[in-house]
């Protein structure tokens, strides 16, 4: 049955040999990789635009110049994340290039903090989308949570199916958006330029008293939340087709082109007709309605926009399990995120992000706002961690013409550090709680490598010296009664050893006499002992008289306790039976030095 | 830490020897066995007034006579109980009188039905107690499922502790139960005979219209429910001390008059005082404020009265269990009935009857009045079938002067056949349930038996031929490196046996040639096989190897799969483990012939 619904769900496990077949072309990849890049032009202008209206509606042609400085800086990212794909080619993620030049502990500062986010990132933009759906059908409102987790659940079982697959369907609605955005920008344009927009404009360059430089920083933070996303190419290179490094150099451009003409011209379309950020309707909204009246083409470029907001969350599920597997490779998180699933992802991964961006959208209650600004600084943190690192890198190896590349991760790195801190200074009631959550996971990676270290220091062995040492060999056998399992058992010990002890426990004198006579007349060629149990307990003297014979022969023998168990034909059978084999073995079980061996009897009616 | 709480609240554990310590002297018994029979007084009155009060107040001094009628059947069920207790010195409940004489399925109805009655009674008199205590505290009203719970947690740990110590607790409130029953017919007689009474009874004697022999069956049977909880002494004789039938016997007589005085002198008092059933009164509080007006003397009976409700429950605790060992003891429950625990009660029986009537209050939330029916019919179910098996006992043997035993026996049959016909009749809606849990809990018996007498069956041996036979002995050893755990773990086996294989499962050619390599540079004295999984499954190759040993081999040798599992230091290092050997075991234990050892290996750090 769950087989079944697991095939259905999931597909047909894969071999390991068809994992390259797995691997993306440019096209599929760009859909994967860039819809959270992608999706952040339906707010990054208007983030600027709120922070700005705080001054007044005049001051909203800052938004021109400010829009072109997102842009420098989204060049100077993709410039820089270019460079890092060619310098590492098997996947360079801020975890990486970090490590890599900063040492391990700058690594873990990068790697927790994008862990973090990637979670972020999930839990806010399915709940962004679940907004948008909202505020199209207000009915479904009170069912905000659910319409959330539903989202997250169909995005994890898609990558729990695979990369491509989930590529597949997801292709559409990503180029979708890209052709709803630019319809809208050549239907904006062509009416500006045929002079049918009436809206008035703020006067452009007109100094507008109460603007500060504070001010004009922040709504430049805020506009750069539309760079969120960039870095997932760069982490994902090993999911390239071959050659990978030049097809991922090539998709990065591709999405940062788009990214760029998209960004820009919304926000030059949003100054040239005048637009305002309103409480109930987004700036895209504003500009489509005034370009083609709400019509079918509206309601169309509404609909996809609030798609991709969704589909973000997939870059975080393409991204995530990569990472995590990086960092469990390094052995800084458990194994399992390393084991690749029936569908060649690393399913662990991709469990572990659905599951805890989903208790964060339930702990939330689907309010996820506040975790916006935590989110981009969860971003910028790393960014500014692998600018940091590429600095270091061109000062290390000075290749051929490394001052250019140099030069332009040193803008970078200035550039995402000022961002960070002006997050940290005027968010920091949003974004203090990094300060717990990265030393927390910090800890945590530390405390998982000790340990991987300590194991293998333990389970280190010379193959030449350290060879398996013959012991003698001790069976300890607790039977409760003369039976078929008893006998069973015996045959099964005395097959592995000579020494061998059958234990009874029994509750009063006349109950053990009665047993040992009838030891003696059966005669099975086993040593009977008998305890009495003044407590009624059968674990407790048992594993005594375990203890004794341990201490008595350890140094020359293995003491192996046999427990039969039996096999019920149906499940509540196994109610009718004291589970006192189940007790007994878990009492033993942390002892060292002895081993059992549970004999099982399967019962047949 | 949980050892330290249960000690706390049960108490030491006890040796088996102080079991005799353990038996009750009749004042303690009273105690215990009586507070369900003594307490129906504080409603069987009424039971009978409210049926007849739907005629009209006239027909109210019906109650006299029948009240002298459950009077009567009260006094021949004591007679036949008392005949029961001499017959079945070790314990003559209804399912043991039933069974011995008619058969075991009578026996099992009788049996069954009393097993859900307990929980009834434990279910109705909780909340009826909790009822009495928020009538007087109406703000206690919203929280009555949480009182009626806390008061069955009480019972169960009281009971938990062991018998003698809830006796000496449960003592007092009986005592003082009778004690002010004994003072409100003191005080009323007393009125009544100086002429201080003023009320005007019912003219006695007059014919009422309306009155029909149907009705009047009605109200009799409804003062039966009064009768509910005799049976309890006859159940519990082991727990009464030497010489035990003697003792209940005598037990049982003092709290039949006792229970008898109580119950003629209330319906009287409550007919001269012409006291009329109220909805918001009980007739008991009614005489009570009547004669000794709202002061401290009606406080006391009317919080004594709501006491011994509660305590009406206790009678389960005691006679539940010990009818669970008796069915358990027959093979028709499972065996953890028989176990004693800590303190030598039977534990599981307790926490058991705790468990389902807790239950019972949340389904029902608190409003068990509607199962008094189905309570009462529980009941006289098993009364009716014991006088059966009793009448025919007294015909079968024919001892000297089985006469007029039997004539007791055959009116109390009839009797209590009536009364359980009238219940049928005129609560249908009621107690139609019985019909479905009766045949249920039957069906439940027999399949439990069958389970037991097929096992026994499948266990039992010849002690003059069927000895162990010695057989060969192949191990297989799953690693997946070479560390000391697979080093420690084929020394273990090679103490065992010399025929090992340790089996490698790698995913790809490079890792399988590595490590036969590495196995032939260390050469531990054990053949390597290596098996190749092209779907990532340790689990699948492994399982299919063995069962290609087992069929190769299961003629002549024992199979043992021998899995490494590391012990841990702290919980949370379980999580850095894939837990491939707790899957493997799993999945291994499912066949027969594998035994499975686990080698424990203990990590240092």
Redesign the interface.
Known sequence: MVTKLKRFLIGR?????ELTEEKLSKLKALAVLSSDALSSVAYGTEQILLVLITVGAAALWYSIPISFAVLGLLTVLILSYRQTIYAYPTGGGAYIVAKDNLGTSVGLVAGGSLLVDYILTVAVSSSAGTDAITSAFPTFHEHRVMIALLMILTLTILNLRGITESATILMYPVYLFVFAVFLLIIGGGYQWMTGNVHAQAPAYGVAVPGITLFLLLKAFSSGCSALTGVEAVSNAIPNFRDSAPRNAAITLIIMGVILGIMFISISLLAYVYGIAPKADETVVSQIASAVFGRGIIYYFIQAVTSLILFLAANTAFAAFPLLAFMLSKDRFL???FM??G?RLGFSNGIIFLGIFSALLIIVSEGDTENLIPLYAIGVFVPFTLSQTGMMKRWITKKPAGWLLPFVINTVGMLTTLTITLIFLITKFSQVWMIFLFLPAVIFAFKK?NQ??R??A?????D??T????????VIVIPVAG??????NT???A????DDIVAVYVG??EEEIKKMEE?WE??????RLITLR????SIVRPLSKFIDTVEWKTSAT??V?VMIPQF?TKRWW?N????QTSLLLRAYL????D????????????
């Open positions: 496990p894969m071999k390991t040999d458990p194994n399992m084991v690749r029936d998982v340990h991987y300590d194991l220091e333990q389970l280190r062995i193959l030449s350290d060879k398996p040492e013959k012991k003698g060999s003369i039976t078929q399992v008893v006998r015996i045959s099964y005395q097959s592995l050893s509750f009063d009838k007349e059966w005669n099975p060629g086993v149990s003044r407590y009624r023998d293995h192996t096999i059978h109610l009718l039976h004291n079980f942390a002892r060292q002895v081993k059992i061996t549970t004999v099982p009897y399967r019962l047949k009616k």
